[in-house]
Structure formats: C-alpha cells, structure tokens
C-alpha cells in the first residue's frame, strides 16, 4: 500500500501541545525562549520528555558523529571469516581512543560494548565467536557517550555478495527509517511515524518487530517517549522543536514473532527469517527535522 504523507499540522488556532488551554498561536507557536521554557516544563511533566537546548543539540551532534565514523570504520574492516567479536574490539577500542564510552557495555548486564545481529537475529546479538559467511546481512549497533551526551545509530551490511532475499530486506529496512524520517515535524505525532513505516514494511510483504521500539535518546540512553513502528496517524505524542530521539525500524523477511534466547538478550525471528535494521538519531526542528547521525 502507498501512503500518503499528508502533514496533520496542529493549527494556529488548535489547543497548544503544551496543554496550557490557550491557542497554539497565542501560547508555544514560534515564541521566544521564555514561552519554549514553557513547553520544556510540561512536556516533562506530562511525558517525561527532556527537551534539548542548542548546546545540548550540539554536544549530541557530536556524539552523533562519533557513532557514524565507528560504523564507517566497521565497515571497512568486515570481510568473510571474521569473528563477530572482532567488530567489539574495533568498535571499543575507537570510541575510547576518541575520549568516548561504549553505552552498551555493563548496560542492564549487556556484556560487551556493541550490538553486532547477524541474518535471523533481530537486535542486541552479543559479539562472540559466531563467523561470518559470505551472503550473510550483519546489523551494528553503536551507541557512544561523549561528554555525557548520548547518540545512537545502527546500519545493516552485506557480508560479500547478497542473495534476492538479503538485498530485499535491507532495501525495505532503510526505506522504513526514511519513511518514518520523513514524518518527522512539529504538529506530527509518534504515531504518524509507526504509521508510515507500517504502511511501507507491509506494504512490500515484510513485517515489523513490534516489541522494541525507538526511543528518547541524549542525556540518557533511553529516554521517554517511546517511539513505535507501527500504529496509527494522529496517535502518540505531538512533536515539539527540541525532541531528540531514534527511529529504529527491525523489519522480518517473514513473520513478525521473536524469541530470546537463553542468553536473555539475542533476540530471534520465530521463524527463521532475515531481520534487518537501520537507526538514526535525530531533532525535531522548528519546520522539519535534522538527523544527528546522519547516513543515505
Ligand atoms: N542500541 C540499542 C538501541 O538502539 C540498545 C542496545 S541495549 C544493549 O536502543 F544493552 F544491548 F546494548
Ligand atoms: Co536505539
Ligand atoms: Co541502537
């Protein structure tokens, strides 16, 4: 099915996201910064959202640019043969050699300092001795703290030359976080994001993985509000300048069920299938949106 990406904008005369009662226009709409401070405070109290400043947009911009040079370095280091655990220690000892922390390791007992999740895992595989072959799809995982800011991001990668199957699911997977992207603007909600991804991963026969979700990301790892991949337009939270947070779309080949496994974290399709992922971090700006790790 083909979506439309029709804007919902809240109108100048709608009720303000801020709840304040007032008008949009006569409230949070394009006002100086002690109106914003406004906004920060409820959008606190009500979600549990942390709105950013510029220093803070900044600082995780930063961050942002860490996380994709580490996969840019990843990706030039795969090749057929290679251990998974290899990209760990590519992806470590980078991010400490940059002043950075990899948010993964200790994270809720995650023992290592990426998430490396090759074919039929979904996310949060742990790098070890698992090899990897030629025609294999592997998703990596980065998350660095720099100056305590937090920036997220993830891409899938061929290992060799992909099969029919790998190419589809990767391609659908990155067209899933453009389409989420795309949405992404004051007067929006979340749902209107799950919405356009839902449309396209369904559309083209896939499924999305409906138990992980994108997330509020920069002062900490996760943050409100939760960011789904599927739903409705109009659900979910207004998007207000200085929201910062993922999209991160895990798009199966086959059926949308998962299994964890012993290990409490390796997340699996049920059924075997590809699973494939791509994340970015990224702002709500005053007309649109700005990726903070940004890739094509
Ligand atoms: N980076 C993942 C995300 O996108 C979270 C990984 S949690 C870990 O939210 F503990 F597995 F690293
Ligand atoms: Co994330
Ligand atoms: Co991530």
């Known amino acids: 099915m083909k979506h439309k990406s029709k804007t919902v904008k809240v109108g100048r005369n709608n009720p303000c996201p801020c709840g304040s009662g007032r008008k949009y226009k006569k409230c949070c709409y394009g006002k ?14 009500k979600y549990g959202i942390r709105l950013k400043n510029a220093e803070d947009v900044e600082a995780i911009r930063r961050a942002g640019r860490l996380a994709i040079e580490t996969l840019d370095l990843v990706e030039a280091h795969l090749r057929p043969g290679m251990i998974t655990d290899e990209i760990n220690t590519l992806v470590h000892e980078f991010t400490l050699s940059r002043g950075a922390t990899p948010a993964p390791l200790n994270y809720r007992g995650f023992p290592k300092s990426v998430c490396v999740s090759v074919n039929e895992v979904i996310c949060h595989g742990i790098p070890g001795e698992r090899v990897l072959n030629p025609g294999d799809i592997v998703n990596v995982d980065v998350t660095p703290i720099l100056n305590g800011y937090y920036a997220d991001a993830n891409k899938t990668f061929f290992i060799g030359e ?15 976080l453009k389409s989420g992207m795309q949405m992404v603007k004051p007067g ?34 996760h943050e409100p509000p939760q960011i789904f ?3 409705r337009r109009g659900e979910g939270v ?19 069920h998962l299994t964890v496994l012993d290990d409490n974290w390796t997340a699996v399709t049920r059924d075997g299938s590809l699973s494939a992922q791509f994340e970015q971090t990224v702002l709500v700006t005053e007309d649109g949106m700005q990726s903070l790790t940004p890739f094509d």
């Open 32 to 45: 100086d910064h002690g109106e914003q401070e406004n906004l920060k405070a409820v959008y606190a109290r």
């Open 162 to 176: 992909p099969g029919p199957e790998a190419r589809k699911i990767v391609a659908v997977a990155r067209q899933c």
């Open 188 to 221: 929006n909600t979340t749902g209107d994001i799950g919405w356009a991804i839902q449309c396209h991963a369904e559309g083209q026969g896939c499924s999305v993985v409906r138990e992980f979700v994108g997330h509020g990301v920069g002062f900490d790892f």
């Open 229 to 231: 991949h599927y739903g």
């Open 238 to 256: 207004v998007l207000v300048p200085g929201m910062v947070f993922t999209i991160e779309p895990m798009i199966n080949l086959g059926r949308r």
